[in-house]
């Protein structure tokens, strides 16, 4: 079965504007898994199959939620179960810039997502087998991965910083520093 078309653009219409559709709001019954997936590097399937149309997904993480540890495309009359390799989003571009609270830095995703690092949207590194996994929060418990390049980008543009007795690497974002890992090797 497939998403109802009529409910996904209720959706759309709800959220035009450049507003998001209020899915926390939204709690229908029907639950379906149509095998979609969203990939470590953002690019989004379904049945396997890459989508390929820009539209098409920035359509679907509009309406994208995450309910504990799973994540719904939800509509207000069904729900479709999405599998996350790592996040929902990637971050592909970084820019350092001055706002009213001094320097910050703003993330844009492969979605067209714009987000400055602050509270609300935290800037953090997990470590896996491979290595650092540098993450932003981009809306209510979803999060991008920020790229690579991009990951470097920012660290070139960090300073460091005595914590205790280890010295680590950040940058400053809207007041408050954001810690990228160690400088011990």
């Keep these: 079965m497939a998403l109802d078309p009529e409910s996904l653009s209720r959706a759309l219409k709800n959220g035009a504007g450049g507003r998001l559709p ?26 396997g199959s890459p989508i390929r149309r820009p539209e098409m997904v920035r359509l679907f993480s509009s309406i994208l939620r995450r309910d504990d540890e799973q994540f719904f495309l939800v509509t207000p009359s069904e729900k479709v ?9 990637v971050a592909v571009k970084m820019e350092r810039i001055e706002d009213a609270g001094g320097p910050a830095i703003a993330f844009q995703t492969s979605i067209g997502d714009v987000v400055v690092v602050d509270t609300e949207h935290p800037l953090w590194v997990d470590e896996d087998d ?4 540098p993450f932003v929060r981009v809306r209510e418990r979803l999060d991008a ?10 660290a070139e543009s960090g300073t460091t910083r005595r914590q205790g ?3 680590v690497l950040g940058v ?12 011990r090797e």
């Excluded at 599998?83 to 929902?88: F, I, M, W």
């Excluded at 991965?145 to 920012?154: H, M």
């Excluded at 974002?173 to 810690?179: E, L, N, Q, T």
Aim: glycine fraction near 8%; aromatic fraction near 14%; charge should be negative.
């Design 81 to 89: 179960l999405v599998q996350v390799d790592l996040a929902p989003f």
């Design 130 to 133: 491979r290595g650092p996994l």
């Design 22 to 47: 209020p899915v926390h709001l939204w709690n229908p019954e029907c639950v379906q898994d149509i095998d979609m997936r969203i990939g470590r590097d953002g690019t989004w399937y379904y049945q």
């Design 172 to 183: 400053v974002s809207r007041g408050k520093f954001w810690v990228l890992g160690s400088t």
């Design 165 to 167: 007795d280890d010295e």
């Design 145 to 154: 991965l920020i790229s690579r390049s991009v990951f470097y980008e920012l």
